[in-house]
């Protein structure tokens, strides 16, 4: 395992647990630090009941796979003592707690870093630790917002929108795992552990792809456009990306470029043989295409007959058309259709694991990687609270600090 040597203190809340669960993945000794009783945001809805009627939060469940649990009170000085020992014997620390609330404990990244040098200490706030809006709350609606994300997202005469799952914690959760184990490379090269300051606004920000720079290219403010997708053309035209099928929808857009070309060659070739492309359409030399100089007459021209081939296909059909002409497009998979695919259960991504709260076994979505032919496994369901606490914290107690 990539990261078995390394101990992660793991105080997050939700902006912090996919960060939390990629580093168990890889290996890390994850240890979830709870208050009394346990985090709160277990029993936050949608809940797992299992046969002694505890209810579990999904989320709860699914972001603390591979994780251990001990229950720590940090109000106390007993429990901050017990928690300095840990943290003597540990390489990173991930946090999602407001600014200041850490150093008021004592427990804040001066304390950590002369007690243990070598600490990479992971601060994940909804709008980083400096700036006028450190302080902030946010919730995923509030990052979404904040960050760009909903402005480009719903109909273009309607209300901005988000995601109905929330998102930014994914978002910022990858992007802090990115940032510790880049602390962790530069602690191999000089020894010292680093602070490491993670905002989910600049997070979600790094992912609306090519938007940001259309401003500083061509002073052009991207609008959200519902199904379409608009800043191809310099005419201003906009193409549908999303397409009904039979069962869903496909995403889908005329391309310009070699891939784009070859993409509408073989999208008119699967409908010629469907005797579904006009003759003008069979007519066009794609070599030579270039979407940069559609106008919106052109591109309605063209979607047309598309929208009509795309109808009569499922997104199965679609999907295996497209892979067989090696075309850009896919299908728009749902839960349920993520739960079958074929592609994923081939390779072994679904694991069966025991709850330890509710008693029941979860079918939960394996490690993200494949190893040297080997899937990160997983090696233990998410933790009841508290269900480490003796055989950790005991053996700490037991033990001087050696930091």
Request: aromatic share 8%.
């Amino acid at each position: 395992m990539l990261l078995t040597p390394y101990r992660v203190l793991d105080l997050s809340g939700p902006l912090g647990w996919l960060a939390g669960r990629i580093l168990a993945d890889l290996g890390a000794d994850v240890i979830k630090v709870e208050p009394p009783g346990g985090d709160p945001e277990r029993r936050v809805p949608p809940l797992a009941v299992g046969p002694g009627g505890c209810p579990q939060s999904l989320a709860w469940l699914a972001h603390n796979v591979n994780k251990r649990s001990v229950t720590i009170d940090l109000d106390s000085e007993p429990g901050r003592l017990d928690f300095r020992k840990l943290v003597a014997e540990s390489d990173f620390l991930l946090e999602t707690f407001r600014p200041g609330h850490l150093d008021a404990l004592g427990l804040g990244y001066p304390a950590l870093h002369a007690l243990n040098p070598r600490l990479i200490v992971v601060s994940i706030t909804p709008f980083g630790r400096q700036g006028p809006y450190r302080h902030f709350h946010g919730s995923d609606i509030e990052i979404m917002a904040m960050a760009g994300a909903m402005s480009l997202t719903g109909e273009a005469d309607g209300e901005p929108l988000r995601c109905a799952a929330p998102q930014a914690p994914h978002w910022v959760g990858a992007e802090a795992a990115v940032g510790a184990l880049t602390a962790l490379a530069a602690r191999h090269a000089t020894g010292r552990g680093q602070h490491v300051d993670v905002s989910a606004q600049a997070a979600v920000l790094s992912a609306l792809a090519h938007a940001p720079v259309f401003w500083d290219l061509l002073r052009v403010d991207p609008q959200r456009a519902g199904v379409y997708i608009t800043g191809r053309s310099i005419n201003g035209a906009r193409m549908r990306a999303f397409w009904p099928c039979r069962d869903g929808w496909i995403n889908f857009i005329l391309y310009g470029g070699v891939a784009g070309r070859r993409t509408n060659e073989q999208l008119v070739s699967w409908m010629t043989d469907e005797g579904l492309a006009p003759d003008w359409m069979q007519a066009i030399d794609w070599t030579t295409f270039d979407v940069t100089r559609l106008t919106q007459d052109n591109v309605d021209r063209l979607e047309a007959p598309i929208f009509a081939f795309f109808e009569r296909l499922t997104k199965q059909a679609f999907l295996e058309g497209a892979v067989a002409r090696e075309m850009l497009g896919y299908p728009v998979y749902t839960v349920a259709d993520i739960h079958a695919d074929r592609h994923l259960a081939t390779r072994d991504f679904w694991v069966d694991v025991p709850d330890a709260t509710t008693g029941r076994t979860l079918h939960v979505g394996g490690g993200f990687a494949i190893v040297d032919g080997t899937r990160l496994p997983v090696r233990r369901g998410a933790p009841r609270a508290g269900q480490h606490t003796d055989i950790v914290l005991e053996d700490m107690r037991a033990a001087p600090m050696k930091r």
